[in-house]
Nanobody, 128 residues
């Protein structure tokens, strides 16, 4: 069992930056693959990025490649999503997710169904 709490969302102007944090507790953080998803109004929840146990492999959805960076600090039980050059279309509720697994691939962990644990979400609004 792991509990996830996101923070860092807010209102930012287009072109600006924001860093989301997801703090995990309750289990061995380094055993978990971590992901960020987002859901815009009227849209399905979609993967943003995922990262393996040690942060040596990561996946990004095409719209955020080159702009977003996922990272993790296992000493702090925290995964981050640094968002740069934000666009209005990045506006969404962003969710942190975790799955305890011994195998990882970006394709596999781009699916919501792979994750057993979810945070409550944090709103990111990008104004034009």
């Amino acid at each position: 069992q792991v509990q996830l709490v996101e923070s860092g969302g807010g209102l930012v102007q287009a072109g600006g930056s924001l860093r989301l944090s997801c703090a995990a507790s309750g289990d061995t953080f380094s055993d978990y693959v971590m992901g960020w998803f987002r859901q815009a109004p009227g849209q399905e929840r979609e993967v943003v990025a995922s990262i393996n146990w040690r942060g040596t492999s990561a996946y990004y959805t095409d719209p955020v490649k080159g702009r977003f960076t996922i990272s993790r600090d296992n000493t702090k039980n925290t995964v981050y999503l640094e968002m740069n050059s934000l666009k209005p279309e990045d506006t969404a509720v962003y969710y942190c997710a975790a799955d305890r697994t011994t195998a990882y691939s970006g394709n596999t962990y781009s699916k919501q169904s792979r994750y057993d644990y979810w945070g409550q979400g944090t709103q990111v609004t990008v104004s034009s």
